[in-house]
């Protein structure tokens, strides 16, 4: 049962206001007479909705205290105008009423209007939580946005970093003296820089995939190539100096370091061979 506040300085049509709303089913919390005594009875009796006239007798207004009301305690009110008051009614209109009852007025037309602004009221405070509730969730996502986007500026500069130092590693290796031959765990060569192909004649595109067999020069045994497969498949470094062919068949020495290469999880995923011709050196010792 909706709870009503009257503030009706004529005592007649406060009284049959009081009696229709009764008649209705609504609960007449307080009849006051004066603009004065509004807020005061609304802490008092906490009114769903408040029937105010707008002009008193002694000439005073009520626009001030529907304003008070309107801010400080979310309470609809609904107008009692006469049709003379056109000037006030504008006045009023900036309090944001529920609605205007205009003397003379019967039962069925204050039903109506208090059941609009009832409505109306509901609504809009539902809306106003709505809209308070979205403004939450956007803000929250704005934060989880802003959140995300410095993570992954971070990310961005992070792999910047890496790319640039990947670069790096890169042209050093390019840039080697050494020979350098990347394979997978089978010995397919997977990379050769151009130290390698410079020495061996093979050109990179000739090489790729192909099985470091390819430069077996038939020189060892094949213990020693058993025991280089063991030691790196085990997750060791192998180093040693072998005989190897050339693409033109001239063989060459060389000293080599191979070691394997893990992924994150410790898996060896590749080998790497890093190795220096040492056949000056191997010619000088023979002669």
């Not at 007479?33 to 029937?51: C, F, H, L, M, Q």
Request: net charge negative; aromatic share 6%.
């Amino acid at each position: 049962m909706e709870k009503v506040l009257i503030v009706e300085d004529k005592q007649e049509l406060g009284r049959k206001i009081c009696d229709d709303l009764k008649y209705m089913g609504y609960e007449v919390v307080s009849i006051v007479e004066s603009a004065g005594e509004v807020v005061d009875a609304i802490k008092e009796n906490t009114p769903d909705i408040v029937i105010m006239e707008l002009l008193f007798n002694d000439g005073a207004d009520s626009v001030e205290t529907a304003m008070e009301l309107h801010l400080d305690f979310d309470i609809p009110v609904v107008y009692i105008v006469s049709e003379t008051d056109d000037e006030l009614v504008e006045r009023a209109k900036l309090t944001q009423p529920s609605g205007f009852l205009t003397k003379p007025f019967g039962a069925g037309e204050l039903n109506t209007v208090l059941k609009s602004a009832l409505y109306k009221h509901g609504f809009d405070k539902k809306m106003k939580q709505y809209a308070d509730n979205l403004e939450l969730i956007v803000e929250e996502r704005t934060d989880q946005l802003i959140a995300a986007n410095r993570k992954l500026e971070a990310e961005i500069i992070r792999r910047k970093k890496v790319d640039s130092h990947i670069r790096k590693l890169h042209r050093a290796i390019e840039q080697s003296s050494s020979l350098v031959v990347i394979t997978d765990v089978e010995g397919n060569i997977e990379y050769a820089n151009p130290k390698f192909t410079d020495l061996t004649g093979y050109s990179t595109s000739e090489v790729m995939g192909e099985n470091l067999k390819i430069l077996n020069s038939g020189e060892h045994p094949d213990d020693v190539f058993e025991g280089m497969w063991s030691t790196i498949k085990s997750g060791k470094k192998w180093n040693g100096e072998l005989c190897n062919k050339k693409k033109n068949g001239e063989l060459y020495w060389e000293s080599a370091s191979i070691s394997p290469l893990r992924d994150p999880n410790g898996v060896i995923t590749n080998f790497i061979k890093d190795s220096w011709d040492i056949s000056e050196r191997s010619s000088r010792q023979n002669a």
